[in-house]
């Protein structure tokens, strides 16, 4: 099938989406600007447009609105965050952990909790009865066209997964076949970086790209 309006991308565009790759980053701090509610609504139907197995199109969007419920997610995440550098062994390394900003759910004017429906039809299990993890990337996929569309808008997000997905289930009250993947934070940033903040603190760096390539 050829669609003779199709888009050629050309070099200028390539530059562009360079960027947009390059200053996408995880944010944890947000500055107090809303962020209007036709815009959440764009950047959901553009996470929409994500490939999914079988186009079962599994992601479902839960956008956080309540104060008290809000606010016992944080309440959550703090608990756990605190469980998770008393995981640590040595000290050195619970006080590098508690110097990091992991979080910025107080500040961010929305909050997305991203599910993935393991319970739909749709997609009649194509590509899912040998792999069945594939729902679950599916609404991965999602996720990534929310991060890098919220960022054409200079918006910046950032991932929680300093939780018990079970507790958020229950908090927010969803079907029992839904799947917690991510529960995200919207927000503009208080500043910009070309370079991810764990980096910029010195908790992990950028791994050596040749570690990651392999030829068989
Ligand atoms: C699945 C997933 C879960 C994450 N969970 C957290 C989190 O709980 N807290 C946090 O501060 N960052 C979290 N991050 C963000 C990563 O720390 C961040 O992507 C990484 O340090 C690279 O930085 P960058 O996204 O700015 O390039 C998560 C990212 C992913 C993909």
């Known amino acids: 099938m050829t669609n003779s309006q199709h888009p050629v991308f050309d070099k200028q565009f390539r530059a562009q989406f360079d960027k947009l790759l390059a200053w996408r980053r995880d944010v944890r701090r947000f500055d107090d600007r809303p962020i209007d509610s036709g815009i959440v609504d764009d950047l959901l ?9 079988g186009n079962a199109q599994p992601w479902r969007f839960v956008s956080v609105r309540t104060a008290a419920i809000r606010s016992s997610v944080a309440d959550h995440v703090d608990v756990e965050n605190r469980k998770a550098k008393d995981g640590y062994d040595d000290d050195e390394i619970q006080s590098e952990y508690q110097r990091l900003k992991l979080h910025g759910l107080r500040e961010a004017p929305v909050h997305l909790a991203i599910f993935c429906d393991e319970g739909t039809n749709d ?5 899912r009865q040998t792999m069945s993890e594939t729902l679950t990337w599916s609404v991965v ?8 569309s919220a960022r054409t808008q200079n918006i910046g997000l950032g991932w929680v997964s300093i939780l ?4 958020i289930h229950r908090i927010l ?24 903040e764990l980096s910029t603190l010195g908790w992990q760096d950028r791994i050596d790209r040749s570690k990651t390539r392999f030829a068989r």
């Open 123 to 127: 997609g009649r299990g194509l590509g």
């Open 164 to 167: 018990q997905p079970e507790k």
């Open 173 to 196: 009250d969803v079907p029992d076949d839904w799947r917690l993947i991510a529960y995200l934070c919207l927000g503009y940033p208080q500043r910009e970086s070309d370079e991810p």
């Open 141 to 148: 996929m999602a996720i990534h066209n929310l991060w890098l």
């Open 45 to 53: 139907d553009r996470a929409c447009l994500a490939p999914s197995v």
